[in-house]
Structure formats: structure tokens, C-alpha cells
Nanobody
């Protein structure tokens, strides 16, 4: 299983970025797919996740209304559109897959991708 994240970068507050996660070796029908983020000294936190079988989308309260999670029609790539970015969104963002329904709980993640850095300056 490989989860290849990309799309991170540096933007000013109020800007936008779109993260992508190319998945191989697993089916989106068998896993909930999502994004987590982590800053140094803090625990990894769930940002957003999607279960393509049930259609459920879950967002952390801090990003609701600003971030949108989606997949491509082939269900091989996961996206996270991030708008109205804030300095507190600065973190390394990780793509992840968990069995069953989406929970955004790191302990339930089966597979982690490598991270992509997002830096938002004020």
C-alpha cells in the first residue's frame, strides 16, 4: 500500500492550497481515507475524512467551512481543497487510510502516507 501526498507549500493567510494523495494497493471501497496534520510537539490530529461507500464526510471543527475533501471518479486519488488558510493551519499533512467508517482518530489508522508541509504566513 502506498499513499503519496503532494501539493503542500507556502502561502499567505487567506490563500488556498489543494493537497492530493495518490493511493495504490488499496481500494477506497474498503477503507475510509482522510487527512491528518501534525505540528512539532503536538499529537497528530484528524482534519478530514471520507468514506466513499457511505458517502460520509467528516471535518474537524477548526476547518469546517474552509476545507473540502473529495476523490476523483476512479477513486484512486484523494484531495483536500484548503481555502481561507490561517497561520494555525501550518503543519505537516498526512494522508491516511482506516478500516470501516471514518473516525479521524489516529489510533484507527492502518496506513499512513508520507507528509507534505503546509506553511501559512500572516
Amino acid at each position: 500500500v502506498q499513499l503519496q501526498a503532494s501539493g503542500g507549500g507556502s502561502v499567505q493567510a487567506g490563500g488556498s492550497l489543494r493537497l492530493s494523495c495518490a493511493a495504490s494497493g488499496l481500494s477506497f471501497d474498503d477503507y475510509s481515507i482522510g487527512w491528518f496534520r501534525q505540528v512539532p510537539g503536538k499529537e497528530r490530529e484528524g482534519v478530514s475524512g471520507i468514506n466513499t461507500r457511505t458517502g460520509r464526510r467528516l471535518y474537524a471543527h477548526s476547518v469546517k467551512g474552509r476545507f473540502t475533501i473529495s476523490t476523483d471518479s476512479a477513486k484512486t486519488t484523494l484531495y483536500l481543497q484548503m481555502n481561507s488558510l490561517k497561520p494555525e493551519d501550518t503543519a505537516v499533512y498526512y494522508c491516511a487510510a482506516e478500516r470501516g467508517e471514518v473516525t479521524l482518530m489516529a489510533n484507527w489508522v492502518h496506513y499512513w502516507g508520507q507528509g507534505t508541509q503546509v506553511t501559512v504566513s500572516s
